[in-house]
């Protein structure tokens, strides 16, 4: 059973950058796709950026592509999203997920099998 943690969320300033984690346990997150999502309320969860079994990245969110990365440390078994040049609008809860099958990434949150509970953030001057 993989069970992910998602940390580093907080209060960030407009313009400012953060790095987010998601560390997992069970399992190790190389053997499959793994991506980020983020949720604002009254809103369906959104795909922002994903890393397929081979490593390669899918972007889903023009709004974050060019200001974000995604990495994945084998060693701590652990999965990172970097944004930069952060707004308003990219408050939400992030999340990460992991599919338990298959090798290609999705931007649907349903063809995800493991979530963990999220990390806030908000930027705010």
């Known amino acids: 059973q993989l069970h992910l943690v998602e940390s580093g969320g907080g209060l960030v300033q407009p313009g400012g950058s953060l790095r987010l984690s998601c560390a997992a346990s069970?399992?190790?997150?190389?053997?499959?796709?793994v991506g980020w999502f983020r949720q604002v309320p009254g809103k369906e969860r959104e795909g922002l950026l994903c890393?397929?079994?081979?490593?390669?990245?899918?972007y889903y969110t023009d709004s974050v592509e060019g200001r974000s990365t995604i990495s994945r440390d084998n060693a701590k078994n652990t999965l990172y999203l970097n944004l930069n040049s952060l707004k308003p609008e990219d408050t939400a809860v992030y999340y990460c997920?992991?599919?338990?099958?298959?090798?290609?990434?999705?931007?649907?949150?349903?063809?995800?099998?493991?979530w963990g509970r999220g990390t806030q953030v908000t930027v705010s001057s």
């Open positions: 890393l397929s079994y081979w490593g390669s990245i899918t």
């Open positions: 069970g399992v190790m997150l190389n053997s499959r796709p």
């Open positions: 997920a992991a599919r338990e099958t298959g090798y290609s990434c999705s931007n649907s949150a349903a063809a995800y099998n493991y």
